[in-house]
């Protein structure tokens, strides 16, 4: 029976670093997808120079390590969150394409209670600012979310399934060790 239960274990934590795992998600409330179209507008019409950083280890799910990269400091804060002061190196691009997916009303699902995470901590943040106004759109891989802040408030949705782990994920790579 212990052989079972521990199969059935074993079979539960390879599923859920699948697609299946994170199924769910409702489309788009109305007011979501009208926030979202003016977060679109609002990209078209700034979006230059965007610099991407990486976040720093979860607070919660890693906090020795965060503590630790806190205290070293070497960090600037986005939107109440801590990220690596220098920009990623990724390939030239990257932004415009994150940015694109972004847009997509496609890649995007109505927030769902989360039950498996530690708290939305963003992974990656891409900044740019236009008019003296800086925008940032916050990545959060744990919770499969994004938020937007931008001149209109704040946007925040979950990641469509697909859209996460087909396009998102080979942009920007998750960090190993990361949770």
């Known amino acids: 029976?212990?052989?079972?239960?521990?199969?059935?274990?074993?079979?539960?934590?390879?599923?859920?670093?699948?697609?299946?795992?994170?199924?769910?998600?409702i489309p788009m409330r109305e007011t979501e997808t009208h926030a979202q179209w003016g977060a679109e507008v609002d990209i078209n019409k700034s979006a230059n120079h965007v610099k991407i950083y990486r976040g720093l280890?979860?607070?919660?799910?890693?906090?020795?390590?965060?503590?630790?990269?806190?205290?070293?400091?070497?960090?600037?804060?986005?939107?109440?969150?801590k990220f690596h002061k220098e920009p990623a190196e990724l390939p030239a691009g990257t932004a415009d394409k994150v940015l694109d997916l972004y847009k997509l009303?496609?890649?995007?699902?109505?927030?769902?209670?989360?039950?498996?995470?530690?708290?939305?901590?963003?992974?990656?943040?891409?900044?740019?600012?236009?008019?003296?106004?800086?925008r940032v759109l916050q990545i959060c891989y744990g919770c499969h979310e994004w938020k937007y802040f931008g001149p209109g408030g704040k946007v925040h949705t979950d990641i469509e399934d697909k859209t996460y782990f087909k396009k998102l994920l080979p942009l920007l790579p998750r960090e190993k060790n990361r949770r």
Do not use: I
Not at 57 to 81: I, L, M, N, T
């Open 1 to 25: 029976m212990k052989v079972l239960a521990s199969c059935a274990a074993g079979l539960l934590l390879v599923s859920c670093s699948t697609q299946t795992c994170w199924k769910g998600g």
């Open 57 to 81: 280890a979860h607070p919660v799910g890693d906090k020795s390590r965060y503590e630790k990269q806190v205290k070293q400091g070497d960090w600037v804060e986005f939107e109440g969150f």
């Open 105 to 134: 009303s496609a890649s995007h699902e109505a927030q769902a209670v989360k039950t498996t995470c530690d708290g939305f901590h963003p992974d990656y943040a891409l900044v740019w600012s236009k008019g003296g106004q800086q």
